[in-house]
T-cell receptor, first 115, second 114 residues
Framework: AQSVTQLGSHVSVSEGALVLLRCNYS??????LFWYVQYPNQGLQLLLK??????LVKGINGFEAEFKKSETSFHLTKPSAHMSDAAEYFC?????????????FGKGTKLSVKP | KAGVTQTPRYLIKTRGQQVTLSCSPI?????VSWYQQTPGQGLQFLFE???????NKGNFPGRFSGRQFSNSRSEMNVSTLELGDSALYLC?????????????FGPGTRLTVL
């Protein structure tokens, strides 16, 4: 069965600093991985996804993530944090076991950005 | 295209009551999934519908049910509400519900059970 672990429930960075949000997955089949962002009182918005092909995936708002099979990781990065990046971020893997692409989510990481 | 819409946005119910939540997917999307989000358990999959058929179900009691109509709109129902059902209920749609499909989420319905 697939699972996702996000290290760090809260991460705080200064504006302009590097953002690094960690995600490790467990999967016995090729994983399809997603990062979503949730702003307060809103639904989830897709940042980026990895299906096949290039392991470095670029997403919206300057975010990117690298799929590393050997480390079973899919960490999310952004070179320079902006105040508007403050939100909760969720890593997810498609649940093959359910026969369709329903998502298994990590517990989320709340990102705070200090001025 | 209009995004996924959910109604109502907020609900307050008391224990023992039942509630129905509605979700309208993005036009052309045939798969609708429902998730429950709570501070303690995070985001958990409830069920997924495709072409009016439930294809997949998460680990929730039978009090949670759903359906999908011919226009792909979906409803979920929770009967005999418990305090622990207080949560944000999110609906997501995708073109076909495949493993690589992006799921597009609505803003959610926040249910409070008193």
């Amino acid at each position: 069965a697939q699972s996702v672990t996000q290290l760090g429930s809260h991460v705080s960075v200064s504006e302009g600093a590097l953002v690094l949000l960690r995600c490790n997955y467990s999967s016995s089949v090729p994983p399809y991985l997603f990062w979503y962002v949730q702003y307060p009182n809103q639904g989830l918005q897709l940042l980026l996804k990895y299906t096949t092909g290039a392991t470095l995936v670029k997403g919206i708002n300057g975010f990117e993530a690298e799929f590393k099979k050997s480390e079973t990781s899919f960490h999310l990065t952004k070179p320079s944090a902006h105040m508007s990046d403050a939100a909760e971020y969720f890593c997810a893997v498609s649940d093959w076991g359910g026969s369709q692409g329903n998502l298994i989510f990590g517990k989320g990481t709340k990102l705070s950005v200090k001025p | 295209k209009a995004g996924v819409t959910q109604t109502p946005r907020y609900l307050i119910k008391t224990r023992g009551q039942q509630v129905t939540l509605s979700c309208s997917p993005i036009s052309g999307h045939r798969s609708v999934s429902w998730y429950q989000q709570t501070p303690g358990q995070g985001l958990q999959f409830l069920f997924e519908y495709f072409s009016e058929t439930q294809r997949n179900k998460g680990n929730f009691p039978g009090r949670f049910s759903g359906r999908q109509f011919s226009n792909s709109r979906s409803e979920m129902n929770v009967s005999t509400l418990e305090l622990g059902d207080s949560a944000l209920y999110l609906c997501a749609s995708s073109p076909g519900g495949g493993v690589t499909d992006t799921q597009y989420f609505g803003p959610g319905t926040r249910l409070t059970v008193l």
